[in-house]
């Protein structure tokens, strides 16, 4: 994993409740849909229930999915671009993630490994644990981290988190769905001025993009802890096309944080999110993976 690898789509598996007739239907759209964008790879989710992460109610019921492993490499078998698959680590045993991680390396993968998503959440085993049998296992699997700027907005740390997984084994790193410029903004000027004193480079960073088509998702991002600044919340409270309003404000907030991380040499990339049903939400993330591409290819 380099560089190199600058655009990216974001998917889920399909429900572990559908038939096998239907998984495979969605993975032929999903495919058909996939081979047409201009990506160097394709991300593939793995959910947990975060529900412990808050004692607010969730908008949307959790859904269980199956192994995002199987989907990327048997039900999309048909899609050639790499494929970088999450995997939650926290109901995971040792030997478990053992034999996902060969099964992945044998496929040719990358991997991002995602920790418990609170303290409070009852774990089988713990991220830095899990990097350690990464590291024994498949030490040259590509492995990325989660970087979450809200994390920085609270206390200033998630710049010495992300090298703490760097030296940990992880080469890329992918952002939390991002609406809030300034927030990212800070941790990637952070970022870059910790790495200058230390000598060492930024880590490649994928900034999601992720439209929102309704109140209802708007709500959910915030119960998942991305932080909408509140002159945006009203912004898609009061616009006409909500969906329309935040794909615009997304790209623009994109080609900002571009020209900032151009000018310091970080190597930014992006990753459209289609974690939606709804069809207008699917073809919103369409439409943004052109749009990010454009942007890309202005850049110096």
């Known amino acids: 994993m380099t560089s190199k690898i600058r655009l990216t789509y974001g998917i889920t598996p399909p429900k572990a409740s559908h038939s096998e007739p239907r998984r495979r239907e969605i993975a032929g759209i999903q495919a058909r849909r996939i081979a047409k964008l201009p990506v160097d790879?394709?991300?593939?989710?793995?959910?947990?229930?975060?529900?412990?992460?808050?004692?607010?109610e969730r908008p949307f019921p959790f859904r269980s999915t199956i192994d995002p492993l199987d989907y990327a490499y048997d039900y999309l078998s048909a899609v050639s671009a790499h494929k970088i698959v999450y995997r939650s680590v926290s109901g995971q045993d040792p030997k478990g993630l053992r034999s996902w991680l060969t099964r992945l390396a044998e496929r040719g993968g990358s991997t991002v490994l995602v920790g418990a998503p609170s303290r409070r959440h009852t774990s089988s085993l713990r991220l830095k644990d899990a990097y350690l049998i990464r590291q024994e296992t498949q030490p040259t699997l590509p492995t990325g981290g989660v970087v979450i700027a809200e994390r920085h907005s609270m206390g200033a740390?998630?710049?010495?988190?992300?090298?703490?997984?760097?030296?940990?084994?992880?080469?890329?790193?992918?952002?939390q769905a991002v609406y809030s410029l300034t927030a990212t903004k800070d941790l990637l000027s952070d970022l870059y001025f910790r790495c200058q004193e230390d000598g060492r480079a930024v880590p490649p960073i994928l900034v999601t993009l992720s439209p929102c088509g309704s109140q209802k998702t708007l709500d959910f991002m915030h119960w998942l802890g991305i932080d909408v600044p509140r002159w945006?919340?009203?912004?898609?409270?009061?616009?006409?096309?909500?969906l329309q309003k935040s794909v615009d404000i997304s790209l623009t907030a994109y080609e900002e944080l571009l020209a900032f991380a151009d000018e310091k040499n970080i190597p930014l990339g992006c990753n459209i999110e289609s974690v939606s049903l709804a069809k207008s939400e699917i073809e919103a993330s369409v439409e943004m993976v052109h749009r990010a591409a454009k942007l890309m290819n202005r850049a110096p």
Not at 41 to 56: G, H, K, N, P
């Open 232 to 242: 945006l919340r009203n912004e898609l409270h009061h616009a006409n096309d909500i």
């Open 41 to 56: 790879a394709l991300v593939v989710y793995d959910l947990q229930d975060e529900s412990s992460r808050t004692e607010a």
């Open 157 to 175: 740390t998630e710049d010495g988190r992300v090298l703490k997984k760097v030296d940990q084994g992880c080469s890329f790193f992918i952002s």
